[in-house]
């Protein structure tokens, strides 16, 4: 995700984390598959290739005292038909992004200013409220 920031008024491309669980196919992040849903995406300049899109399973345990392990799939799908977001809109995701990685993960060190413009950093990862999901497709809101 080298040199992927996006830019205002250019296109952009972004990706939703999709969690499921196995068993029963609902959304891990509601376990409801009635409504809107907010989950996680990433926001980029360029686009991923279909074939780099990480896929891969992640194991829970339902914390009521059973040892049984829950299987949830995490994907990634593209989110289609973006328009380009003016710089405005790009400063309250860069401070969502911020956010994400100090309040809630606790990896940034609050007090230090995040520098967007590093081709290591070039990313936004943003909250994203689904509309529709079906299958492969994601229609945002």
């Given at each position: 995700?080298?040199?992927c920031f996006p830019q205002p008024l250019d296109e952009c491309f972004l990706y939703v984390f999709i969690i499921r669980e196995v068993s029963s196919g609902k959304l891990y992040q509601t376990l409801n598959d009635e409504g809107p849903h907010t989950?996680?995406?990433?926001l980029?300049?360029?686009q991923i290739s279909y074939w780099?899109?990480?896929k891969f399973s992640l194991y829970i345990k339902n914390g009521d005292g059973n040892e049984k392990e829950t299987e949830l799939l995490v994907s990634v799908q593209p989110v289609p038909g973006l328009?380009?977001?003016?710089?405005?809109d790009l400063e309250v995701f860069k401070s969502c992004h911020?956010?994400?990685f100090s309040d809630v993960l606790k990896i940034i060190p609050p007090c230090l200013v995040s520098?967007?413009?590093h081709s290591e950093k070039s990313y936004l990862v943003v909250p994203v409220t689904i509309k529709r999901l079906?299958?492969?497709?994601v229609m945002a809101g």
């Amino acid at each position: 995700l080298k040199d992927c920031f996006p830019q205002p008024l250019d296109e952009c491309f972004l990706y939703v984390f999709i969690i499921r669980e196995v068993s029963s196919g609902k959304l891990y992040q509601t376990l409801n598959d009635e409504g809107p849903h907010t989950m996680i995406g990433i926001l980029l300049k360029n686009q991923i290739s279909y074939w780099k899109m990480p896929k891969f399973s992640l194991y829970i345990k339902n914390g009521d005292g059973n040892e049984k392990e829950t299987e949830l799939l995490v994907s990634v799908q593209p989110v289609p038909g973006l328009d380009p977001y003016p710089s405005e809109d790009l400063e309250v995701f860069k401070s969502c992004h911020q956010s994400i990685f100090s309040d809630v993960l606790k990896i940034i060190p609050p007090c230090l200013v995040s520098d967007f413009n590093h081709s290591e950093k070039s990313y936004l990862v943003v909250p994203v409220t689904i509309k529709r999901l079906e299958g492969d497709e994601v229609m945002a809101g």
